[in-house]
């Protein structure tokens, strides 16, 4: 078999072909990808939130703090992609930020890690010691059991064909 002009220019072209569709389907995929991931992490900081207890002092054994206002733990939560940023303005971890007593959670999602946290002083209590009613087996961790299923949902609706 002769090699010719024509057949590598053909071959060639055949290549480009392959090449241009080989790019337009990884673009599609990377890009559902990238969506799956975006609308994961955005559906557990949305449980996250939502079911974050919110306190209430007809509960409570002693009377509530008189600085205490409802709604902190709720309002503690926050997200970021590339860090967060201190009490004086400069970049850090969440881990320095949370110190002893917040959770924080970093999700790697390929191109970039979300960072989710709350540094409310009780939310460990709440979550591991029992410490609330409304939540007795705590929040956090049924949340992250359903991430899961959450990113297996968001894969079947960004399911490329």
Do not use: C
Not at 141 to 152: G, N, P, Q
């Amino acid at each position: 078999m002769a090699v010719t002009v024509e057949g590598i220019m053909s071959q060639a072209s055949e290549n480009a072909k392959f090449e241009a569709q080989f790019m337009a389907n990884a673009k599609i995929a990377l890009e559902a990808a990238e969506n799956v991931t975006k609308y994961s992490i955005a559906e557990l900081y949305r449980l996250l939130y939502d079911n974050s207890v919110v306190g209430n002092p007809a509960y409570w054994k002693t009377p509530p703090p008189p600085d205490y206002k409802p709604g902190t733990l709720k309002k503690g939560w926050r997200i970021s992609f590339s860090g967060f940023r201190d009490g004086d303005g400069q970049f850090t971890s969440a881990s320095s930020i949370v110190q002893n007593h917040g959770m924080s959670l970093s999700i790697n999602g390929g191109t970039k890690t979300a960072y989710i946290f709350n540094n409310t002083p009780y939310l460990e209590r709440i979550e591991y010691q029992g410490w609330s009613k409304q939540a007795p087996n705590g929040f956090v961790r049924l949340a992250i059991l359903r991430f899961t299923s959450i990113v297996d949902g968001n894969a079947a609706k960004f399911r490329t064909k």
